[in-house]
T-cell receptor
Framework: SQQGEEDPQALSIQEGENATMNCSYKTSINNLQWYRQNSGRGLVHLILIRSNEREKHSGRLRVTLDTSKKSSSLLITASRAADTASYFCATDAKGQNFVFGPGTRLSVLP | DAGITQSPRHKVTETGTPVTLRCHQTENHRYMYWYRQDPGHGLRLIHYSYGVKDTDKGEVSDGYSVSRSKTEDFLLTLESATSSQTSVYFC????????????FGSGTRLTVV
């Protein structure tokens, strides 16, 4: 079974709106990462958040981590058509390699 | 993707034939990974390497082998390709393993007919 799972599976919003994606995981972790994948391309690393951190920002991205609920969220503010992509969370059960969820497919409509 | 290249980008092969995919990095990173990506499954780890000649199995290693004779090259071999191995294969590198983000290659789309 998968360590992490994103929700929703698909999300469609208008340009300029905010997009929120969630990730839930099952076992304690050291780190959690978010990646973006444009169609036909490899994954691009967005943010890594450690288990002792609660929030991180990078440009229009904000990631939160709640270890008590075993969940994380990725917020993209003021979305653009170029943000259309699949977004994956990856978690490392303590001492293990990262395990990726099935992803959220985000469509930003102009 | 800067510093990491996969070859070939596309390959069609017949069931039962051996296939080797290559991952080459110019970043001198210690860790290298092979993943496969299938609809509904996200990325699943096949094998990984934590140094020259040091490799270990991942979640879905059956039917695959790897070799790393040089820091920069990590080869994935499908010993006898099956239709269930039709997938997109991604290589990733990392300087310090799970404490840092991975850099991914552009992928190899493999079709086994």
């Amino acid at each position: 079974s998968q360590q992490g799972e994103e929700d929703p599976q698909a999300l469609s919003i208008q340009e300029g709106e905010n997009a929120t994606m969630n990730c839930s995981y099952k076992t304690s972790i050291n780190n959690l990462q978010w990646y973006r994948q444009n169609s036909g391309r490899g994954l691009v690393h967005l943010i890594l958040i450690r288990s002792n951190e609660r929030e991180k920002h990078s440009g229009r991205l904000r990631v939160t981590l709640d270890t008590s609920k075993k969940s994380s969220s990725l917020l993209i503010t003021a979305s653009r058509a170029a943000d259309t992509a699949s977004y994956f969370c990856a978690t490392d059960a303590k001492g293990q390699n990262f395990v990726f969820g099935p992803g959220t497919r985000l469509s930003v409509l102009p | 993707d800067a510093g990491i290249t996969q070859s070939p980008r596309h390959k069609v092969t017949e069931t039962g034939t051996p296939v080797t995919l290559r991952c080459h990095q110019t970043e001198n990173h210690r860790y290298m990974y092979w993943y496969r990506q299938d609809p509904g499954h996200g990325l699943r780890l096949i094998h990984y390497s934590y140094g020259v000649k040091d490799t270990d199995k991942g979640e879905v290693s059956d039917g695959y082998s790897v070799s790393r004779s040089k820091t920069e090259d990590f080869l994935l071999t499908l010993e006898s390709a099956t239709s269930s191995q039709t997938s997109v294969y991604f290589c990733a590198i990392s300087e310090l393993g799970s404490d840092y983000g991975y850099t991914f290659g552009s992928g190899t789309r493999l079709t086994v007919v």
